[in-house]
């Protein structure tokens, strides 16, 4: 009779040890493709986009710097309206492609934010983007009074939070893949 129960108990123990680590595992591979999912659908892209469009920006920066590398937008002596002809092609052409798709990710895929709220920066980021759209609407109308955003663009803000976002999910993504030497 001992010898049953003790059976039946080791049965019992056994059963509910494998459920738990079963829940332990399922747990652990929906945390895995949850990350995953932040990678490849946000903050990955974001972290793309931003580098993409820095070091364009820098390019533009760059090739049509003013004597002392000075932008023509943050000089004395405002911009000629070969300079301004300039700043519009990059702006329709590169720059407000990169940051709408930046926009869109944020819209997209808020449900995969690290966190809890909207951070300020992205809310920025998307009435900058918004701020272009009605000034490149005004230059195919023929009005060129108006060459930036009303709302100022958070370059180094948004690089540094798709930055360590990615960085951050990396090194969780290695560690539920167990990979050894990750902090």
Avoid at 68 to 84: K, M, N, V
Avoid at 109 to 137: F, K, N
Wanted: with cysteine; charged share 25%; hydrophobic share 40%.
């Amino acid at each position: 009779m001992i010898a049953l129960v003790a059976t039946i108990g080791l049965a019992f123990v056994g059963y509910v040890a494998t459920y738990l680590n079963g829940l332990r595992l399922a747990q652990r591979q929906e945390r895995l493709a949850r990350v995953n999912r932040q990678l490849s659908d946000f903050y990955g892209p974001l972290f793309a986009l931003t580098e993409a469009n820095s070091r364009s920006f820098q390019a533009f920066k760059e090739r049509n710097a003013r004597p002392g590398g000075r932008s023509p937008f943050d000089h004395e002596t405002p911009p000629t309206e070969e300079e301004l002809a300039e700043w519009r092609l990059w702006v329709t052409t590169v720059f407000l492609p990169n940051i709408r798709a930046m926009r869109d990710l944020v819209i997209r895929h808020a449900d995969l934010l690290r966190e809890p709220a909207m951070p300020p920066i992205q809310l920025q980021l998307c009435a900058h983007v918004s701020g272009y759209e009605i000034t490149a609407a005004r230059w195919e109308q023929g009005d060129f009074d108006q060459h930036l955003s009303v709302v100022p663009f958070p370059s180094e803000e948004i690089a540094g939070y798709a930055r360590q976002g990615f960085a951050h999910l990396k090194e969780r993504q290695a560690r539920l893949l167990g990979q050894r030497g990750v902090r």
